[in-house]
């Protein structure tokens, strides 16, 4: 077996873009599917993220079927706190519940962490006015074309953040995902992001705001039917552990969703009860992919947002309450996010 040599090094690729604010200065983003309308960046925030990348993306590809861009950090270390404090107080956020069956047995599950979404897939674009197109035709959709969910437009808060990433990672994204995860009990449990709805080898940039937290990676487990068995693959991988700081970015790419998976696994103290916000841009390519981040991020629950006198989120509205504490189920850390832990 031959011995893979670590050759992490600078991709020279990279690109630096300067994107202006074209909407005015101030004016929330607003639209009919939001509860609230949502700040706009202040200047001293969106003026100096206009500086990201602030350091080179290294290459991570010195094992079998992984390809990582790793930047650290992405975002500049000025305003990675003003950012994170920023977008947990003016987002809404939700706690899923939804149920799964294995077999005959119906499980409920509460989603470990808040979640938001924003954005929608390649079929669709958004007009000026919010109301949704269909990208080939430019006419407005069917009023039933999405059946479970109402496709909300990524914020200018948070497409700046988009624009930048896709010309830095030569990518397109459509679609926005937001965790927040309030202690180290939230987490994410181990999972790939290779539903087919993304296409084959999907790029995701995930970004990390707040405390630091482990982000584990390994090799999904290969059937030995496959060219190699499964113990020659175990024993050419080993896991990673990237201990992601303020700021950071990870771009997953190439066959790392199809090949491996990762996981934010929950935390005793440290700097986790700080809060951390985890942002994923990604690109969806049919009705499918939209219809299952609506459901898995947003729901059919409460809204939530950050109440900074009471530094915790509250349910946002006409019934004011605290959220979450002490009503996760077990049982989320396997099944988290609709997949069997492997
Ligand atoms: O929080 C993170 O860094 C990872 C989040 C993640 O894997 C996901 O949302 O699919
Ligand atoms: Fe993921």
Redesign the pocket.
Known sequence: MSKRTLDTFFNPTQKKVRISLTESKDAPSKHTTYPFAIAQLPPEISDLLNFAPEAEGKIINDQPDLDLLYFQPYIPGSISTPLFEFLRGELFFYRVKYKIKRGPVETDINTPRFTTVFGVDETCKFSSDGSLLDAATQKPIPKDKYKTCKPRPIPFCLDLLRKLTEAATDQKYNFC?V?YYATGDDS?SY?S?DERFLGVDPAIA?F?LGAKRD?LMKHKPTPPSDTKSAAAIASETKPLKLP?GSGDMVLMRGSTQSKWL?S?PKRKGGESGNGRI?I?FRRAMVVGGTENYYRYNVGDGDVMKWDGKAKKMVIWGEKKGEVGAGKEDVKAEDVDKGYAAL
């Open positions: 995902l965790n994410i999972h992001d995930s990390s982000f992601l990762h934010i985890n994923t």
